[in-house]
C-alpha cells in the first residue's frame, strides 16, 4: 500500500497494515551520547456593570492567549532537532538506545509494570525507534492486544515490523507519523507511551491534541523524559533537552490533559508521569471536601497567597440558566467556594454564603414533580446539590417576582430553599449587612 494510500486508511478510522501510516507525532533525535536521541526510542448595578467590563477584558485576553497558543504551533519549538532521524543507521541506533549505560533499557521491565497493560489492550509507542518497548508491549499486551509503533523515521518502522515477525509477535503494528499529528484513528488507543521523546516534539500542543484524539475513554498517557535540573543532570541533557519537566506537564495539561499519576521512586535520570484525558485539565486531580462530586478543586500550598479566610459573608446572584439536564452553574459555584475553604482546612461554618436566584436559574429550585412536567425530565438534578448545601449551612433564595413571572406556584420551590420579595431586595439587604456579591450569569 502507498503512503498516500495509508494515510486515507487511517483519516477514515482503519487500521494499516503492516509498515504504513499517517501522519502525527514528532519523534526524537539521537544526540551527542549514547543515549541518543532523547533516550526512548522513541450598589448592584455598579457592581453588574463592573462584572461585565471585566468578562469583557478577560473574553478577549483569553481570545489573544487561545490565538497566540494556535500561531506559535505554526512554528517548530526545536527546529532541526529530529533531522538526524529522517534517514538513521538503524543499526547504529540500536547500539545507542538498547544498552546498559541507558536509565531507560536497564529499568525496562519495570517501566513495562509500571504502565499497567493488561490483555487486550491496544498501546500505541510514540516514537518507538528501534522497539524496544514497542515488543516488550507486544509480549504484555498478548495475543488479544495490539501495539502501535508510531515513528517519524520508516527505516525503525522497517526494523520494528521486520524484528517483531522474528521474536514471533504477530500483534505489532507502525504508523508513520508527521511532526505534528500521530496518524492514529480517534479513541483507538488505551494507553500512549512516549519515552525520552517528548522533548523531540517540534509542534507540541498540536501533536498532544492529536494524541488526545486518539485516546479511548479513560485512555492513559504515559511519559517518560530526562529530568532537567541544573547542577545535577548531565552537560547533554542540559544542552540537548528543551525545557524542565514542569514546562512539559504545562504543556500536555494545556492540550486537554490531567495528570493522574507520578512515579517518583521508579527513575533517576528520567520521571515517569502519566496523564488522562479530561474535560477538566490540570496538574492535580480535583478534591471535594465539604460538597462531594460538585464545585471540585485542588489543594494549593500552604505558601500560596490569599487563602480562604474565617468570617467572610457572600451572596451569589444568580441569574444564569442552564440545561435541564445539567447543574446550574450558580449553586456550582457555591459549591466550589466551600471545597475551597475545605481545602485550605477551614470548616464551612468559616464563611457565610447566601445563593439568591432569579430569571433563567429560576428553575433549578424547583421540586421534581414540576421540573420534571415542565422541562421533560425525570427529576431536577439540582436537588442533590442544594440537598448538601443547606446541610453545610448555605442558604438558598429564590425570587418570588421571576416564580411568578415563570407560571409556579410557591408550593413549586424545593424544600429548605426559601421564598424571597425579590432578587434585588435579597441582595441590596445581603450588602447592607456586609455581603460581597458574586455575580453568576
Given at each position: 500500500m502507498l503512503l498516500h494510500d495509508a494515510r486515507e486508511s487511517c483519516q477514515a478510522g482503519a487500521w494499516p497494515?503492516?509498515?504504513?501510516?499517517?501522519?502525527?507525532?514528532?519523534?526524537?533525535?539521537?544526540?551527542?551520547?549514547?543515549?541518543?536521541?532523547?533516550?526512548?526510542?522513541?450598589?448592584?448595578?455598579?457592581?453588574?456593570?463592573?462584572?461585565?467590563?471585566?468578562?469583557?477584558?478577560v473574553g478577549v485576553f483569553s481570545l489573544l492567549i487561545v490565538s497566540g497558543g494556535a500561531a506559535a504551533q505554526e512554528r517548530s519549538v526545536r527546529p532541526g532537532i529530529n533531522d538526524s532521524f529522517r534517514d538513521p543507521d538503524v543499526d547504529e541506533f540500536v547500539k545507542r538506545f538498547e544498552i546498559e549505560s541507558r536509565e531507560v533499557f536497564v529499568l525496562r521491565n519495570e517501566i513495562?509494570?509500571?504502565?499497567?497493560?493488561?490483555?487486550g489492550m491496544t498501546v500505541a509507542d510514540i516514537g518507538a525507534g528501534t522497539g524496544l518497548f514497542t515488543r516488550l508491549f507486544a509480549e504484555a499486551a498478548g495475543e488479544s492486544g495490539r501495539v502501535v509503533a508510531v515513528d517519524i523515521a520508516q527505516k525503525f518502522l522497517d526494523h520494528i515490523a521486520e524484528s517483531s515477525r522474528e521474536a514471533g509477535l504477530k500483534n505489532v503494528e507502525t504508523v508513520l507519523c508527521s511532526a505534528d499529528a500521530t496518524g492514529l484513528p480517534?479513541?483507538?488507543?488505551?494507553?500512549?507511551?512516549?519515552?525520552?521523546?517528548?522533548?523531540?516534539?517540534?509542534?507540541?500542543?498540536?501533536?498532544?491534541?492529536?494524541?488526545?484524539?486518539?485516546?479511548?475513554?479513560?485512555?492513559?498517557?504515559?511519559?517518560?523524559?530526562?529530568?532537567?535540573?541544573?547542577?545535577?543532570?548531565?552537560?547533554?541533557?542540559?544542552?540537548?533537552?528543551?525545557?524542565?519537566?514542569?514546562?512539559?506537564?504545562?504543556?500536555?495539561?494545556?492540550?486537554?490533559?490531567?495528570?493522574?499519576?507520578d512515579e517518583t521512586e521508579l527513575l533517576k535520570e528520567n520521571y515517569f508521569v502519566e496523564f488522562t484525558a479530561s474535560a477538566m485539565p490540570g496538574l492535580q486531580p480535583l478534591v471535594y471536601p465539604v460538597i462531594a462530586g460538585y464545585g471540585g478543586v485542588v489543594a494549593t500550598p500552604?505558601?500560596?497567597?490569599?487563602?480562604?479566610?474565617?468570617?467572610?459573608?457572600?451572596?451569589?446572584?444568580?441569574?444564569?440558566?442552564?440545561?435541564?439536564s445539567g447543574v446550574n452553574r450558580g449553586l456550582e459555584r457555591a459549591a466550589l467556594l466551600l471545597n475551597l475553604y475545605g481545602a485550605a482546612g477551614r470548616k464551612a461554618s468559616d464563611v457565610q454564603l447566601t445563593v439568591v436566584l432569579h430569571g433563567e436559574a429560576t428553575k433549578a429550585v424547583l421540586a421534581s414533580e414540576f421540573y420534571a412536567a415542565r422541562f421533560q425530565t425525570e427529576s431536577n438534578p439540582n436537588l442533590p446539590l442544594l440537598e448538601s448545601l443547606y446541610a453545610s449551612g448555605v442558604q438558598v433564595l429564590v425570587c418570588?417576582?421571576?416564580?411568578?413571572?415563570?407560571?409556579?406556584?410557591?408550593?413549586?420551590?424545593?424544600?429548605?430553599?426559601?421564598?424571597?420579595a425579590s432578587a434585588l431586595t435579597a441582595v441590596i439587604n445581603r450588602q447592607a449587612n456586609g455581603y460581597s456579591v458574586i455575580e453568576v450569569e
Open positions: 497494515v503492516g509498515v504504513q501510516g499517517a501522519p502525527l507525532v514528532d519523534a526524537l533525535t539521537p544526540g551527542p551520547s549514547p543515549g541518543g536521541r532523547g533516550e526512548n526510542d522513541h450598589g448592584i448595578d455598579g457592581q453588574h456593570t463592573m462584572n461585565q467590563l471585566l468578562k469583557a477584558v513495562v509494570a509500571a504502565c499497567r497493560i493488561e490483555p480517534p479513541e483507538s488507543v488505551d494507553v500512549a507511551f512516549i519515552c525520552d521523546t517528548y522533548h523531540h516534539f517540534e509542534f507540541p500542543l498540536k501533536t498532544m491534541q492529536s494524541l488526545r484524539a486518539a485516546l479511548k475513554p479513560n485512555g492513559r498517557v504515559i511519559v517518560v523524559d530526562f529530568r532537567k535540573v541544573a547542577g545535577v543532570s548531565s552537560d547533554f541533557v542540559m544542552g540537548h533537552v528543551r525545557a524542565p519537566q514542569a514546562v512539559f506537564e504545562s504543556e500536555i495539561v494545556q492540550a486537554g490533559f490531567l495528570k493522574s499519576r500552604k505558601t500560596a497567597v490569599e487563602p480562604p479566610r474565617a468570617g467572610a459573608s457572600v451572596v451569589f446572584n444568580v441569574t444564569a440558566g442552564d440545561a435541564p418570588g417576582q421571576s416564580l411568578n413571572r415563570q407560571g409556579f406556584p410557591e408550593t413549586a420551590i424545593a424544600p429548605n430553599v426559601k421564598l424571597s
